[in-house]
């Protein structure tokens, strides 16, 4: 049986997501047992030509030409994977949208900001352009959770993701709450997967995965007050990841 195809492609981002592929190092060789790579820029300098099995889709749309280029690769693909909060949903690129589109220009281009090759347009995530199959949440995303999400895809089997927040993941570590320490972590609200990772390592959740599906509005309230902190608090702080993600109004009026 043939091995499914699989092209890699990048739009704006730093890239880190394909670097916790690289850094699989010696499990990328098991990966490539399963999986056919044809095209993957930061790797090999093949191109795909033709159409592909898999798609792995990483970075934000932020430019007219890339929704294009975006909606092309979901012509030639039979699945397409977004890869990494900015595919999934913007991450840190949606703080652009804070901002005007001229406003943005003028802070990157300075006097050349008037120049007409330099298009820009409030980011998107992949997911607003496209329609995405399958999502590998994280900044930058968890390797193991990808392997696992390839490998399923490989044998025809759909991944399971959490559905529940990484304070399930925290408290099976049996670690220390952060705000047991006065800290405001996100853990209640945000989708586990990461294992936890960060308090785990003795700092607060910030929110890389993005919104649990339907957050525990009354517990994550219920904990905040306990600390004295507010649902401001925890909204304000969510932006970093979450700017303009509608459940951060869930978690608002609930
Ligand atoms: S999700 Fe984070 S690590 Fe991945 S490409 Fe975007 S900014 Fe980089
Ligand atoms: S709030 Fe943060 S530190 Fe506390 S249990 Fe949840 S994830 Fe862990
Ligand atoms: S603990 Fe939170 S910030 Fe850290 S990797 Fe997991 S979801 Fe991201």
Redo the contacts with the bound molecule.
């Keep these: 049986m043939s091995k499914p195809t699989v092209a890699i492609f990048d739009f704006a981002c730093c890239e880190g997501c394909q670097l916790q592929i690289v850094n699989l190092e010696e499990e990328l060789l098991d990966l490539i047992s399963v999986v056919q790579p044809v095209e993957w820029r930061e790797a090999m300098s093949d191109k795909a030509d033709g159409d592909f099995d898999i798609a792995i889709v990483e970075g934000s749309i932020t430019r007219p030409e890339d929704e294009d280029r975006v909606r092309e690769i979901r012509k030639r693909c039979k699945i397409l994977i977004a890869l990494g909060a900015c595919a999934t949903f913007g991450g840190v690129n949606k703080l652009k949208n804070k901002f005007t589109m001229d406003d943005v220009r003028k802070c990157v281009y300075g006097d050349a900001a008037d120049m007409p090759h330099l298009s820009t347009a409030p980011t998107k995530s992949v997911c607003e352009v496209v329609q995405v199959d399958y999502r590998v949440e994280?900044c930058p995303i968890d390797a193991g959770e990808f392997t696992y999400i390839v490998r399923c895809l490989a044998m025809g089997t759909d991944p399971v993701i959490p559905s529940y927040p990484?304070c399930v993941e925290c408290k099976l570590r049996e670690n220390v709450c952060r705000f047991e320490y006065g800290e405001l972590c996100?853990?209640p609200v945000?989708r586990a997967g990461?294992n936890?990772?960060?308090?785990s390592a003795g700092a607060w959740?910030?929110?890389?995965?993005g919104f649990v599906d339907d957050p525990n509005v009354n517990a994550a309230k219920d904990v905040l007050e306990k600390y004295g902190l507010t649902i401001e608090d925890l909204n304000s702080r969510m932006e970093l990841f979450n700017y303009g993600q509608e459940p951060a109004e869930n978690v608002k009026n609930g």
């Design positions: 994280g990484v996100l853990g945000t990461c936890a990772c960060c308090p959740c910030f929110g890389c995965r």
